[in-house]
């Protein structure tokens, strides 16, 4: 097992990283000293596979538990899945001692993390991611939220978990799309911070796709140490934070625009990259070189580097990034690289220069 420390001072906690972990989640939450009673929130995909497995843990180790099973997908991030959460454990009758298991990918884990942080003006939360992408990126750091249908994460809150639990068994459950949506997250992580590992990712990307486990712990705990660095430094996205966002600001618009039931969040955030390194490569002086490379790794993985976009749906884009949480005094902001490894946040982009990225990754 591997672990990982998030460093907040008093909201310090630590990040599990290695196979069959989650049976261990009870004397976990136990050595944590968590209230005796919790809610476990998941999604009817996860559910029949790891529910009981969580369950049985936490009673052994003399838990009172509740159940909230929620509709699988994206459109289940929203107030009214939060709202119903908010009655069912007003009904289990959890106190402020009481805590909230997340069970699941991004979408449980935003969504229930949320309701942990707003229900009785917050109780304690524990993450157990079952995606790539989760293990990766949204169970870490503290950003929790839902989605309005103007655009993506545009209610939420920051608020830390106690624990992050990434039990790898999990992945071997997760449908290939899935997983190979969760690699983009892992392939920002070498193009904002770490030439090394983008390097380790373009010689064993076969393997990794294969789900290799002498390699998949190492890259997961290499992109938590990054995330982990980050927060650390800067929690709420005052400043170097911000570079996590590279490739999401026309990534979410994309979300947004296709009603997040085209693409995955993955899916759409390679888009985003691909976009992010053309307008580097124009305004920033990243090598057209590494641009060439970054792309070529999105394509071997599988993912997506463009798409079709008709004359409405380009406006509605560039619609959509207005509302991007990052635009300030309403200008949208970019995370922008110099090399693989090097980026820097807070990039103002003339929507022309936008418009000519966009003609190379659309059709």
Same mark, same amino acid.
């Given at each position: ?10 909201r310090s906690?630590? +990040? ?5 972990l ?10 944590l000293?968590l209230?005796?009673a919790?809610?476990? +929130? ?12 969580v ?11 509740h ?11 929203q ?23 997340a ?9 229930a ?7 009785l ?8 991611p079952?995606t790539l ?7 870490v750091?503290?950003?929790v ?6 655009? $993506? ?20 459950t ?7 949506a ?9 193009i ?31 992109c938590?140490? +990054? ?14 934070r911000a570079?996590?966002?590279y ?9 947004? +625009?296709?009603r ?17 390194g ?12 590494e ?5 070529h790794?999105?394509?071997i993985?599988?993912?997506p ?20 949480? $990052?635009v300030?005094?309403? $200008? ?10 090097s ?19 659309t059709?």
């Amino acid at each position: 097992m591997r672990t990982v420390q998030v460093p907040l001072d008093d909201r310090s906690y630590r +990040i599990l990283i290695g196979p069959d972990l989650m049976p261990q989640i009870g004397r976990q939450c136990r050595r944590l000293k968590l209230g005796g009673a919790c809610t476990v +929130i998941t999604d009817e995909h996860v559910r029949p596979l790891y529910a009981k497995t969580v369950l049985n843990s936490l009673e052994s180790a003399g838990f009172r538990t509740h159940l909230v099973s929620i509709p699988a997908g994206e459109p289940s991030k929203q107030l009214k899945m939060v709202h119903r959460c908010y009655n069912a454990l007003a009904e289990a009758r959890l106190d402020r001692r009481s805590f909230v298991v997340a069970l699941g990918g991004g979408v449980v884990g935003d969504m229930a993390g949320f309701v942990a942080a707003s229900y009785l003006r917050g109780v304690d939360f524990v993450q157990i991611p079952t995606t790539l992408l989760s293990q990766v990126d949204s169970s870490v750091g503290g950003k929790v939220g839902v989605n309005l249908k103007a655009g $993506k994460n545009l209610v939420g809150a920051f608020y830390q978990p106690r624990l992050v639990l990434c039990d790898l068994d999990s992945l071997k459950t997760l449908p290939a799309r899935e997983y190979r949506a969760g690699l983009a997250e892992v392939i920002k992580y070498g193009i904002i911070d770490d030439a090394t590992l983008f390097r380790r990712l373009e010689k064993d990307m076969s393997k990794i796709l294969s789900k290799d486990s002498s390699v998949l712990g190492s890259i997961i705990a290499r992109c938590c140490q +990054i995330k982990a660095r980050v927060v650390g430094a800067d929690e709420k996205e005052g400043g170097l934070r911000a570079i996590l966002n590279y490739g999401h600001t026309i990534g979410h618009a994309i979300e947004a +625009i296709t009603r997040y039931g085209t693409f995955l969040h993955g899916e759409a955030i390679s888009i985003g990259q691909v976009a992010a390194g053309i307008l580097s490569r124009e305004l920033t002086g990243f090598p057209e070189g590494e641009a060439a490379r970054a792309r070529h790794l999105f394509e071997i993985t599988g993912l997506p580097t463009s798409l079709k976009l008709s004359t409405l749906q380009r406006k509605k884009l560039m619609d959509a990034m207005q509302l991007d949480k $990052k635009v300030s005094e309403g $200008k949208v902001k970019f995370v922008l690289a110099s090399a693989i490894g090097s980026v820097t946040p807070g990039h103002t982009v003339d929507p022309r220069s936008v418009h000519a990225a966009l003609d190379q990754v659309t059709s």
